[in-house]
């Protein structure tokens, strides 16, 4: 099953420190601006989860 998590943060450069933590664990990272900063999607099947993520 696919999983996916959003979450917002206020600057661009703490998304792009975080999408990299993910990318770097296997973990799709899709980043968007929204009207609160930037939000984080992480997207993964769940039998590829990194530890403690499910």
Known sequence: MKISKTFTV???????????????????????????????KAMFDDETAPNGST
């Open 10 to 40: 206020p600057e661009r450069e703490i998304a792009d420190e975080f999408a990299e933590i993910l990318k770097n664990n296997g973990v799709t990272v899709e980043i968007t601006q929204s009207e609160t900063g930037f939000s984080v």
